[in-house]
């Protein structure tokens, strides 16, 4: 079920033999690529688990070039991206953060829900975000120029009502974006179906429960159904689960703790595999 | 009364001869295999002490898996889960934490609590619990792919009422899930049984009185009698402790220090031993 | 005074030679030595001063086994608990912390005030508190098996009403436990007397006057006179002060600080020594 | 794209040989070499992309002095400022930090974002900013007298209402100060023009565009459109995009997640682009 | 004016040759010796300035005994207490604090304003405080037995209405104590006139005004004029100031900025000097 | 415009050769010479750029001590006043801070804006300002005792409604205070003059407007306007610029970002130079 290869050294520019499966949505394809070719940097905005993460993988391996994903968090700091001395042989190393590898390589650096990442983090890409394209690394004394092939992009979602934590708005006028969304019916089902091997016929009704669960949002929970839980209960199924023990598992339990909001759903399910 | 052997090293696979005891509620153990062979993450949710790290053992050793257990807690950080330099004879000498140990030795890595864990530790599972199922150590350069004997297992219980603390919904829709409760009356007396050598004549009221404290719960108490706090009654009465101040020392003095909730529970045990 | 022999080397189990002085009130001997031959952890409630670390130095000493007391803050880190790395000569040295020296030398392990401590600290404990009596220490990668004599005991005062710290339930739940209370008249002035010299006959007054002053908590004090407040009192009259002075200086003085709290304190002292 | 030529080593002046395009609004220029020759320290207010780092860059270039640019945030500390001690080879050695390379090497230091910085990062500043013109290097013993090349230039942008955060009276009356606004028309089309290319007559109805497009700023923005975001949407149809989506990708997606308030944004682009 | 000899090693007693000057003003020094005798801790409450550190320094040269004073603060450590590990040459060597310093050479170590401390410092405390009389180095693994000489004071200033910060009552329980006030009016102008040179007839009135400005306490001030504070006064008179000058820099100008209550206690300071 | 010799070494005393220019307002230079020589320590209240600062060399210089200035921000660590090790050649190196070279060398310490300081840094200033005048160096051991020459001077801006930090009373009754203000109108047109180079004539008005700006104060804003930026807004208007942008550039905008403030301090400045 993996596309990806092992990344085992750092400073060796890493491509993907084979590109990873996506099915596009709309122009999403040309823009990466014009973003990439100007050097504009690119924001991607959607829900968790509608692709986001494929897509680039998608990208970076049709355009050639090796990927560096992080996924951003608020105790990750600046080094966590640029890299930091390391003591070996009792001399000090310097091990270059996935930025960084980036930069030298000219690759595609991608920061997952860049908002939850601290403000040095964010200030830190700054310089790479503008025409100057440099990384200084004031710890090595370095002034990186980034190459044509580096690119730049993050991604978040603006679903979470976060009142704390948000991109500032000086650093997200520094990105051409894009929103995503989850798949239209037929797609999806696609993707359900190539991902779990559950047969195109059983994964419509499964979408098409998803796609009400989805409906329901307003109501009660924090975040919908994405595609992957539905690929989790595709996979359930297949492998001998009752439909319906596997949606509870896969689609209900994963998404709420409070038992009217998980009555709620199982009703909707029930009218499915019931 | 334990069932664990001693790990000593750190890097071989530490697999037990001995399978736990544990009887099952539901199909929780299909559940557990069929996400194990599919390489789904698992989240189980439930109260403490109701036998969800026992379970958790019965179902690695059955698997012929090894066992990372880490209880998390808010001072924890990804260096606890990953691993960090030490310095060693002047030299830096790597040292995986236990979730790189069992990922380097295809083991099933336990998060007990994973609620109290803060965002950089739930961040680190993301890529093993996506297609990728990689584990990038930033530090020392390697991008670690989870060989197919690898399990994610996370736990938590939902009973905590802690606004400040919960799995973000992005971290959660990585897992199916499935929720535990207390043994039905029969299996609990044969749990508390086995586990205290009281016999089932003696456990039947002790495990009958367990049932109605936690009918209270709605009251005062933040937490019911779990089934580990009735075998340490069982096995003080088994040692010649008076009934009553037993189920004081084990049922009551545990839960609660307000004397009016105390009395409500002693009132309780007294129609029972008094 | 002083019951305590000099502990100076960290790992040779050090035995109390002579067994300190301890009224039992009740039946906390036979509950503590149950507790200890079944492998259960012992939680011990109170006020402060009413002779829980007494009562503990004289079962460690009983029982024959080593006493590892450590007094919890919030400021206290698992790594004080469990022990850390040292530079010793070039090379990095592994000390062992008290919990860990006790797990080692199967000693009694005490930590007083429990709930000052952060919850890594308590979160260390639980796999020692469940079947597995197991303590990991990630730094060394080593995972201790408890032997038969090592035992955990801690305690907390419920009378502070601190609504920040508590211990958390699913800690709470690993512990059978037992409530102290300050000793009968009698019991405390054979100890007042036992400890500072004073005749019976002078103590008796004395600790009466303890009791009436207890029961004044409520109006306005934190908290109320302790055992060893008085015990103090005594030693300052036996040493030729004034009892009135001497209760002013070891009653009110280290209890509060407003002037008509202290007025209304030193009314009841005076219709004793006026 | 880029005007910047690589910075390599860190103690060496480094004079851009190509002066970077900046047209002057007003009477700036004049006023920066003023406070250049007589070494006061300048504070420049203004907007997002409004072109402040622009017109640094210029003048830099102009009077032929190093440029040391360091975009400010509230993890940053002095040292990152000042320099630092690094391990290398067994021995430290003290590395500057830009500030303190601006000083040695009679350089100009650009601090943007100035408020998004510590307390104890301005007081730093203090002592350049008076008539003492020293750094003193607590660190390395070393106290600095600035050389005549030497200035200091901060900036901010007043439209944040961040309260919590603002600069200390006491810092900004060591500045003179002036305030920035978006090009006029004219001005900024030929900007927009020069930067991406676009013929004249396009950018026209792109930068009226933009100028409506802040209008609406009182009504649901953080912030406003900024010429760099119209120079990323004039190359996004240089390049071949429809003008429309080139619009929504560069102008609206990156200033907002509101449908609402993207559906205002939006009908105003179609007036234009429709 | 200073009694103090240089302390210049660390480990080696040092024992004041010359006791300071000291006026006592009831039965201090008798309590403080039988505490001293009789091992028993002492806690001294009493506002800044009345003469606490004075007396402790009297009663530590009286006894023979050295003295180690420790200002108390937020940010201090345990470790700032009890010592820590240097690197010395490449090997660790382990410097005491101040407070193991008074325990290994049977010393007086006293700690100024301990309310400000944090819990972990306090809590270090104490095993010397009960009748262990030990100090558990953890670091070093050893556990000091305090010899008879050492004593451990603590003080702190109730007048501050300090509600976030207060001695823990299971702390204040450890210790005798007494309150302390300004001197009565004779004896503060002697002190006065001691410390100052100021003839007893000019001091007279200065102690007077004294009296009367500490009288308004109630009304806006933090704090009062402390006896250290009319010294002060004392000195500048002596040197030539006129004393009304001398007045509103010694005693108004260091206790207020506010303009209304500097003029209430200007009108007091003309009734003497105007 | 500089008036200080560069300080290159940290242990020899530096004294200034000249005597940096200062215009008495009243009897301050007595004040501050009679608190040298009976080393008492001094507080010097006042607003921004009142003088403080240059008083203060003005008079280490004619007392021919020399001067060690600290700014105080809430980041400052006592280490940073006292001194740290530091690792040089694989040794550990003390390198003295700045408070402890002025206690070594018998100079003046100087610590501007003192409120800003954390608690931990003035209680490290507490023995030296007592009749001991030691400064206790816990990490290397030794007690310095303050020579003669040594001075301990302190300042902050009382205008500042900072109700979370304000110097303890216990701090604050350890110095004789003196209050600064800006000086009258002739006095300031000298400074203005002889600081700027402009003539008398062309101060005047300047001056004037600068203290009727001040009398708005009430009004909006925070700070008023400085002598210093009187300074620089004369310097601009000697160097060309036009006065009222002069005015706008060195007294509006340094000191305000709202368009109705800065328009009612433009409308007085247009009275002025309009």
Redesign the interface.
């Known amino acids: 079920?993996?596309?990806?290869q092992?990344?085992?050294?750092?400073h060796e520019p890493v491509v993907l033999q084979e590109v990873p499966f996506y099915k596009p949505a709309g122009?999403e394809c040309?823009?990466f690529e014009?973003a990439y070719?100007?050097?504009?940097p690119l924001?991607i905005?959607g829900p968790?688990?509608c692709g986001k993460?494929r897509f680039i993988a998608h990208m970076a391996a049709r355009l050639g070039r090796p990927l560096y994903?992080v996924?951003?968090?608020?105790?990750?700091?600046?080094a966590?991206l640029t890299g930091r001395?390391?003591?070996?042989?009792?001399?000090?190393v310097w091990?270059d953060?996935?930025l960084t590898q980036a930069v030298r390589t000219g690759g595609i650096c991608y920061l997952?829900?860049i908002v939850?990442a601290?403000?040095?983090v964010?200030?830190?890409l700054?310089?790479l975000t503008?025409?100057?394209?440099?990384l200084?690394l004031?710890?090595t004394?370095?002034?990186?120029?980034a190459p044509d092939g580096f690119m730049l992009v993050v991604s978040y979602?603006?679903g979470?009502q976060n009142i704390l934590k948000s991109l500032k708005?000086?650093t997200?006028?520094?990105?051409?974006?894009?929103?995503f969304d989850f798949a239209p019916l037929e797609a999806e089902v696609e993707i359900v179906s190539s991902?779990s091997g559950l047969p195109v016929a059983q994964c419509v009704p499964l979408v098409n429960l998803g796609k009400r669960l989805r409906a329901l949002k307003e109501v009660d929970l924090?975040?919908v159904v994405?595609t992957?839980?539905l690929v989790?209960c595709a996979?359930?199924i297949k492998?001998?689960?009752d439909p319906f023990?596997a949606a509870e598992?896969?689609l209900v339990?994963?998404?709420c703790?409070d038992l009217d909001v998980k009555e709620g759903l199982l009703e909707l399910i029930r009218a499915t595999y019931g």
């Open positions: 079920m993996s596309h990806f092992l990344q085992q050294a750092s122009n040309t823009l014009v070719r100007q050097q504009l924001l905005k968790t688990g993460t994903t996924s951003c968090h608020d105790d990750m700091t600046a966590d001395y390391l003591l070996k042989g009792g001399e000090t091990v953060g996935p997952d829900e939850e601290r403000k040095d964010t200030v830190v700054h310089p503008d025409d100057r394209r440099i200084p004031e710890r004394g370095e002034i990186l120029k979602n603006p979470y708005p000086s997200r006028q520094r990105f051409v974006s894009i929103s991902e924090e975040e994405s992957r839980l989790y996979i359930l492998n001998g689960l023990q598992t896969a339990e994963p998404l703790d």
